[in-house]
């Protein structure tokens, strides 16, 4: 009786990019996996985004884009306040963004004067808008 040989394990090659990972693996069969990562950064102004607040937040936004963030979330659902220097803010990082092949979504505001002025200014036509971060979290993985 002839012992059973047991198939080497194989070996693992990868390629891909920062977004993509492509593993093959080379045995008795081939596979390939890919994975994709799309890196979503949500931020959340708390306090009123006007012009006294405004160019501390495209700081930070700008900041987060340059370092590789591009694909934004800017959950408004607690800022009681927005102004045209917030909106200026707002339409910079989806400048921004898109010039990165990334994207900005916007989470409603909560209160009613600050979702008035966002739907005034049709900034609800230029932005893709969502009651919640977790579902403009999700957009992103469905449109990608």
Request: charged letters at 30%.
């Amino acid at each position: 009786m002839s012992a059973a040989v047991k198939p080497t394990a194989g070996d693992w090659s990868r390629t891909g990019d920062e977004h993509t990972d492509t593993y093959y693996w080379e045995a008795i069969m081939n596979i390939e996996i890919t994975e994709h990562v799309i890196r979503i950064v949500v931020i959340a102004p708390r306090d009123r985004v006007d012009s006294f607040t405004a160019p501390d937040l495209r700081e930070r936004l700008h900041a987060i884009l340059d370092d590789g963030g591009k694909n934004l979330v800017i959950d408004l659902s607690q800022t009681p306040f927005l102004d045209s220097a917030g909106m200026a803010v707002l339409v910079s990082a989806l400048k921004r963004s898109r010039q990165l092949d990334g994207d900005t979504k916007l989470v409603w505001p909560q209160q009613e004067a600050a979702r008035r002025v966002l739907h005034l200014t049709k900034f609800d036509r230029v932005f893709d808008m969502t009651d919640t971060a977790e579902a403009a979290i999700v957009r992103f993985s469905v449109l990608d």
